[in-house]
């Protein structure tokens, strides 16, 4: 018999635009990670242009600016995360946590086919 899961995304907006969610978190871990954005799109197997789109429109939306970047040279540029970004991806983990352990406690419901009643 075919069973319903609860599934769940989420994402924080401003002014109804995209600003942060799982994709971008990991984008942005990446980076912290490796302190450059080019070793994080290897690392996560994104193109530059992907990445690069995806922190220009962050960097748009937010009042704060998202990296602190050095640019390339004989060491090589590189990119680590401003303290306010730094802030953000905590409360959005913190948020996450809370979304998962509230979907945890709905996974006790009964979505069962055989258990739900429809009224004609």
Same mark, same amino acid.
């Given at each position: 018999?075919? %069973?319903i899961s609860i599934r769940n995304k989420v994402w @924080? !907006? $401003?002014d109804g635009q995209p600003l942060l969610g799982?994709? =971008?978190a990991r984008l942005l =871990?990446?980076?912290a990670d490796t302190g450059s $954005?080019?070793?994080a799109c290897e690392q996560l197997k994104i193109s530059y242009r992907k990445a690069w789109a995806q922190?220009? !429109?962050m960097e748009k939306l937010a009042p704060f600016s998202i990296l602190k970047r050095s640019k390339g040279g004989k060491g090589g540029g590189g990119a680590e995360l401003t303290a306010e970004t730094q802030a953000l991806l905590a409360k959005f983990a913190e948020l996450r946590d809370v979304? %998962?352990?509230k979907l945890t406690d709905c996974q006790q419901l009964d979505f069962s086919l055989t258990? @739900? !009643?429809i009224e004609h």
């Open positions: 018999m075919s %069973t @924080l !907006e $401003i799982d994709g =971008r =871990r990446a980076i $954005i080019n070793a922190l220009q !429109e979304v %998962t352990a258990s @739900l !009643e």
